[in-house]
């Protein structure tokens, strides 16, 4: 999973600082004769996209936190531990994924498309790892906000974990899509840029690949050397659930 990571991090690296997949995609968006991203204020990339699907997936997203916080009432409801460990970790999805990619973006010197000069802004385009003056106006628009907002639920899939692995990994490849294709409706209005999208994915594999590994150190943990398990309450019985081999 780490060189995976590693790897793919290289190569979202490499697109934004060398090639001009970016700008091409942007332009093939935009209209130079109306000066305009035509699907900027469009229904369904603005009503939609950026209105009624991104509160819908922020309401999900709250529902799923507020079942984890109110454990002991989902304790009596589903007595097995299973239930319990995985909502915890597709809540810490919920939570960490959209703030750590919220935090990022706050923290970025890149702008939008629409932002930039060439398509009707007044900003100055510098490719990833190109020296930005200090003079100049944060953009914070890298990485991609919107689509943190679906890219949480790449943690579906610890709910087909440690039986059914290929079921949790399309899950998670379907939610990974998904999320993907809400930061394209962003990029068709000229918010964004492919490689914003991309790092936003990175970003939620990441976090749910680091809570899946710290899962696993704590169910070790949880087992004695001779491998029979050490149960000293209810909270330690969850961390030896088996989520993972």
Request: with cysteine.
């Amino acid at each position: 999973m780490l060189a995976a990571l590693t790897a793919s991090a290289l190569l979202i690296l490499w697109i934004g600082a060398y090639t001009d997949l970016d700008l091409r995609l942007a332009n093939a968006m935009y209209d130079a004769r109306a000066h305009t991203f035509p699907w900027r204020h469009a229904w369904l990339t603005e009503q939609f996209g950026h209105g009624l699907l991104k509160s819908a997936l922020t309401a999900l997203a709250a529902i799923a936190i507020l079942l984890c916080a109110g454990e002991q009432l989902l304790r009596k409801r589903y007595p097995r531990p299973w239930w319990r460990l995985r909502l915890r970790l597709l809540a810490a999805c919920a939570m960490l994924i959209p703030t750590a990619t919220s935090l990022l973006k706050q923290a970025s010197k890149s702008h939008c498309p629409w932002d930039l000069e060439r398509f009707g802004g007044s900003q100055q385009y510098y490719r990833l790892l190109e020296h930005v003056p200090a003079w100049v106006e944060a953009g914070k628009c890298l990485p991609g906000g919107h689509a943190s907002t679906a890219l949480w639920l790449v943690g579906v899939g610890v709910f087909w974990l440690p039986h059914r692995p290929r079921t949790a990994l399309a899950a998670s490849g379907a939610s990974v899509a998904f999320g993907a294709a809400v930061g394209w409706l962003q990029q068709m209005r000229g918010a964004h840029f492919l490689t914003h999208t991309l790092w936003s994915v990175w970003i939620a594999c990441a976090i749910a690949a680091g809570l899946l590994w710290l899962q696993s150190l704590r169910s070790r943990r949880a087992l004695q050397p001779d491998g029979q398990r050490r149960i000293y309450g209810q909270h330690d019985h969850d961390a030896a659930e088996h989520l993972l081999p």
